[in-house]
């Protein structure tokens, strides 16, 4: 149980920091080292510890990163970036272009994956645009994060969900959706009067560029998008729903397969693949059973305040994915629906708290970095705080009625 205790506390301490403060480790180096050695140290028996992998999360995930690979491979994010360059006229409009675009992907495609490829071409458009970029890039981080709540396929933390809660996809739209609309609305308000000073004035008019776009794959990996989704909607299990439309996808004679592949975020993969493991040595040992004993004592879960600040301070210590793993632990075994849709609600609205607070942020952070634009923690901060509290205060007002 000790040994458990200590492979827990190593990943806190890198996914709180992004990396081991004395080796060189990031966060999937972590999840795979605290996976082994809860084999290594008898924990686990390699059997157990392929058991304790959630194989249809890792499923959905991969599957769906190759939908979305084929649409950044046919043009269609550059696609997007022309179409609002040509239809907005002032700063303030190209922000909620960007507010929009962001948020309405993000509840459909992992936001990940969205912030990865829509930043670079928000960049480009405020290049040519002669925009601060800064406004903008929040808005495609704190978006996405706000964006991804609306449904079960927005974020990796919500597709866990799925597969753990047994909630209908409609059923946590339902509740989801209201929030999430008011939330973008507000997102786009907090940051236009945050940066007000910024977003005065109209953006030069200026072409986008020349831009390869391939519509007919655009047009058949949109359609398999929707197929998909429309099938999970049906009822049908997501992970044969995805692993189809990849299929489909991957026959084609028009794209090389390996320009798709490149595009699938691997690290996720083994990131989720080390926590199970680690999470079902934690459980095995004994360790959880304990831990949730001691807590049940001290902490209402049942009270929704409690347990939304509880979600939102947990997701900024170690990530969203982890607290979601280990708050499980504490959510009955049935008539704990309204938990799990505050759990996805709150995990997610948590990620707009500080910069560090979600992938998609530092996803952002870096992409910026790169071309020279530095986005600062108080420039985070000044607005992530006012629309995480506004968006908890919509969910815990709405899932009163949910």
């Not at 058991?51 to 994010?77: C, E, Q, S, W």
């Not at 970029?133 to 396929?153: C, E, Q, R």
């Not at 609205?349 to 998609?360: R, V």
Request: with cysteine; glycine share 8%.
């Amino acid at each position: 149980m000790w040994q458990a205790g200590v492979l827990l506390i190593f990943i806190l301490v890198v996914f709180s920091l992004g990396k081991s403060p004395v080796f060189r480790v990031d966060r999937a180096g972590a999840a795979i080292i605290a996976g082994a050695l809860m084999v290594d140290f008898g924990m686990l028996t390699f059997e157990e510890a392929v058991k304790a992998i959630d194989f249809r999360t890792i499923v959905i995930l991969f599957f769906m990163m190759i939908v979305i690979a084929n649409l950044k491979v046919a043009g269609f994010f550059e696609l997007i970036g022309a179409f609002i360059l040509r239809n907005v006229s002032t700063k303030k409009q190209l922000l909620l272009a960007t507010v929009i675009t962001s948020g309405v992907l993000s509840a459909f495609c992992i936001n990940d994956i969205i912030c990865l490829l829509f930043a670079p071409i928000i960049l480009l458009v405020c290049q040519r645009s002669g925009c601060n970029p800064l406004p903008h890039l929040l808005g495609i981080a704190i978006a996405s994060n706000v964006g991804s709540a609306a449904t079960f396929l927005g974020n990796p933390q919500n597709i866990l969900i799925a597969n753990l809660s047994g909630v209908a996809f409609t059923d946590y739209s339902f509740t989801a959706l209201p929030i999430v609309l008011i939330g973008l609305v507000v997102s786009y308000l907090v940051i236009m009067y945050g940066y007000r000073q910024q977003l005065q004035g109209r953006i030069k008019l200026t072409e986008y560029g020349k831009i390869a776009v391939h519509k007919y794959l655009v047009i058949k990996s949109l359609i398999v998008l929707v197929l998909v989704i429309i099938g999970y909607i049906a009822g049908q299990d997501l992970a044969i729903a995805a692993s189809l439309g990849a299929a489909i996808l991957l026959m084609t004679r028009r794209v090389e397969p390996n320009k798709i592949y490149t595009s699938i975020d691997f690290n996720l993969l083994v990131i989720f693949v080390g926590l199970f493991v680690l999470v079902g040595g934690l459980e095995h040992s004994g360790l959880m059973a304990v831990v949730v004993q001691n807590t049940v004592h001290y902490i209402d879960f049942q009270n929704q305040i409690v347990f939304a600040a509880l979600i939102i301070v947990l997701s900024n210590i170690v990530s969203n994915v982890p607290a979601v793993l280990l708050l499980k632990f504490f959510l009955p075994a049935t008539g704990a629906d309204v938990l799990w849709k505050a759990l996805a609600l709150f995990s997610t609205f948590a990620g707009n708290l500080t910069i560090t607070g979600s992938i998609a942020n530092l996803i952002v952070v870096e992409i910026a970095k790169r071309q020279n634009v530095n986005i600062r923690f108080g420039d985070y901060f000044k607005v992530g705080l006012p629309i995480t509290i506004i968006t908890a205060l919509l969910g815990l007002t709405i899932l009163k009625y949910f």
